[in-house]
């Protein structure tokens, strides 16, 4: 069974940092689109980092130059390091991956950021 295991959220203070990991268990992150998004209540599910297949990343406008996503193949996980983080970073944030047109999910990890 494919699962996505996200971990590090947490309660950090305004301006601090925080690295979520991602363990993508049987999605072999070489080769998939790996993605993270973030959901604030009562908001939409926003894409808020992605990396191909190939390396290639990209960042939502409202996060870059403070968030970097990267990968480690050989221990098969994705990671969004988080800094200068701002309360508008509260979110539940979601580990995804598309491989072959299939979308995979992990459950989510909170993130709050008190002001």
């Known amino acids: 069974q494919v699962q996505l295991v996200e971990s590090g959220g947490g309660l950090v203070q305004t301006g601090g940092s925080l690295r979520l990991s991602c363990a993508a268990g049987?999605?072999?992150?070489?080769?998939?689109?790996m993605d993270w998004y973030r959901q604030a209540p009562g908001a939409e599910r926003e894409l808020v980092a992605a990396?191909?297949?190939?390396?290639?990343?990209t960042y939502v406008d409202a996060v870059k130059g403070r968030f970097t996503i990267s990968r480690d193949t050989a221990k098969n996980a994705v990671y969004l390091q988080m800094n200068t983080l701002k309360p508008d970073d509260t979110a539940t944030y979601y580990c995804?991956?598309?491989?072959?047109?299939?979308?995979?999910w992990g459950q989510g990890t909170q993130v709050t950021v008190s002001s």
């Open positions: 049987r999605v072999p992150v070489i080769i998939a689109d």
């Open positions: 995804h991956a598309r491989m072959r047109n299939i979308d995979y």
């Open positions: 990396i191909s297949s190939g390396g290639a990343t």
